[in-house]
């Protein structure tokens, strides 16, 4: 089953990396990298992790833990860093506010805080003592997720879809095994920006992937198909991370260890068709709090009123 992956320095592993496609094994535990150090929010993210700043009434790691658990996953692994304790605290009870609510009778307040609360023992968290890359974060998280396919997710690709991303993953995984990668369309002239992937044979649910590359030099996209933050991946993937090889802007990359992967395990994509918001950029997350405000129905009337005023108000340039 070895197979070339251009764009991929040719690796020689040894034959227990390579994945047994018969024994589907389940996914079950999800890893949430929140180590980064969020330097596009400074001066917010000094003291407040970028991933609990809000959209519309939910911190941006939630959306993620929502998705994943709407998709069946049983355990959730943050790897966190130094500032992030107050993550921590979010996925735990917090007793004296549940003790004025009752007190106050505001029971739809208790209600909601129980409905985000993972059960007791469903949470694991980890460091990443320096923030070395994504990659580093995945590979930190090696011990608690063990010998199984996990997923992963980066919480700051906030989707808005009907059924979860990862819902749709984990039902083409049960299908294919291997890796799974979620992809999503852009305008061509965009793919410089983004990971990209070749497509191959189409299969149910999603398509082989034949090829990778990380920002590709305008006009050589393979696809206009990103790489939009979902993965299920096998657990070799720590092996590879292992190496500790360092790759764009000096940072240990998961995109590197997975073309390298790649070269002995089936890649599968998934075409997400939802909208994902990129909320580790300005433009992004205040965009993601227009959409989610809008499709809110307490508030999306008067916000569209206001909306509009703004924008009369606002002269164009
Ligand atoms: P980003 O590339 O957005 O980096 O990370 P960042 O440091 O968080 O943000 P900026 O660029 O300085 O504004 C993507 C995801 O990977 C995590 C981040 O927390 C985020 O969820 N990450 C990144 C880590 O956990 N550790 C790292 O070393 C790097």
Not at 118 to 141: D, E, I, M, N, Y
Not at 232 to 245: K, R, V
Not at 281 to 293: C, D, K, L, Q, Y
Request: overall charge negative; hydrophobic content about 40%.
């Amino acid at each position: 089953m070895t197979k070339e992956f251009y764009s991929c320095t040719q690796t020689i592993y040894p034959d227990e990396f390579l994945l047994k496609m018969t024994n589907i094994k389940p996914v079950r535990k999800a890893v949430f990298p929140v180590a980064g150090l969020g330097t596009r929010f400074l001066p917010a993210t000094k003291s407040v992790p970028k991933e609990m700043l809000t959209i519309v009434d939910k911190p941006v790691i939630q959306y993620a833990v929502e998705e994943a658990r709407a998709a069946g996953i049983e355990h959730f692994v943050f790897v966190t860093g130094r500032n992030k304790a107050v993550i921590e605290d979010h996925f735990d009870i917090q007793v004296e506010l549940e003790l004025t609510l009752r007190e106050r009778d505001k029971h739809d307040a208790l209600d909601l805080l129980a409905s985000s609360l993972p059960k007791a023992g469903q949470t694991s968290f980890t460091r990443q003592q320096s923030p070395l890359g994504l990659g580093h974060a995945v590979w930190c998280a090696r011990d608690i997720v063990g010998d199984e396919p996990f997923a992963l997710l980066l919480p700051d690709m906030v989707m808005q879809d009907k059924k979860g991303c990862l819902s749709s993953m984990v039902e083409l995984y049960n299908n294919t095994g291997g890796n799974i990668i979620a992809t999503e369309e852009v305008a061509w002239e965009e793919t410089h920006k983004y990971g990209v992937v070749e497509t191959g044979k189409e299969v149910d649910g999603g398509f082989e992937i034949t090829g990778m590359v990380e920002k590709p030099k305008p006009g050589t996209a393979p696809s206009n198909l990103f790489i939009n933050g979902r993965y299920i991946l096998q657990p070799e993937i720590f092996d590879i991370l292992s190496g500790h090889e360092k790759g764009a802007g000096g940072e240990i990359q998961i995109t590197d260890a997975m073309l390298k992967l790649a070269n002995l395990q089936e890649f599968y994509g998934f075409r997400f068709t939802g909208r994902t918001f990129d909320c580790g950029s300005r433009e992004g997350f205040i965009t993601a709090n227009v959409a989610f405000a809008m499709s809110h129905e307490e508030l999306a009337k008067d916000l569209r009123t206001e909306l509009k005023n703004i924008l009369d108000e606002v002269q164009p340039e």
